[in-house]
């Protein structure tokens, strides 16, 4: 049980003020990381946020005019090759076997290649700026 006190022992106590023995050390310096300065919207965030934005954009042209040179290689095959317009395939004329089947494999193929790249290109984008 606690004694009452009485208003000269609540005189008596006095707070204690706890301190870090690192409070008088020199504290560091505030370093501006990639992600504050994107944050921020500094002309440094405004070039990393266009690198990152011209590499997607060069990797998504890239990959589309990769795809379309060999969707659009398929008319040009027929065109020039005219023996495969009546060459069939398992009872299929090829041209409906290539249209209806081989191109969307192809397309797959370059939507996979497009989310990899993308994601590589952004985790690297973000372990320079974490890194800075």
């Known amino acids: 049980m606690s004694t009452p006190q009485g208003p000269e022992e609540s005189r008596v106590r006095r707070r204690v003020r706890v301190t870090s023995p690192r409070t008088s050390a020199a504290r560091r310096p505030i370093t501006r990381t990639?992600?504050?300065?994107?944050?921020?919207?500094?002309?440094?965030?405004?070039?990393?946020?266009?690198s990152l934005i011209?590499?997607?954009?060069?990797?998504?042209?890239?990959?589309?005019?990769?795809?379309?040179v060999v969707l659009g290689g398929i008319p040009l095959l027929f065109a020039l090759v005219p023996a495969t317009r009546t060459f069939a395939v398992l009872g299929l004329p090829l041209p409906w076997v290539i249209?209806?089947?081989?191109?969307?494999?192809?397309?797959?193929?370059?939507?996979?290649?497009?989310?990899?790249?993308?994601e590589r290109i952004e985790s690297e984008f973000t372990e320079f700026v974490g890194r800075e």
């Open 34 to 50: 990639g992600t504050r300065e994107i944050d921020e919207q500094t002309r440094l965030g405004q070039v990393y946020m266009q």
């Open 54 to 68: 011209q590499s997607q954009l060069r990797l998504a042209l890239a990959v589309i005019a990769g795809s379309a």
């Open 99 to 118: 249209l209806g089947i081989v191109v969307y494999p192809v397309v797959y193929v370059a939507a996979r290649i497009y989310v990899r790249n993308a």
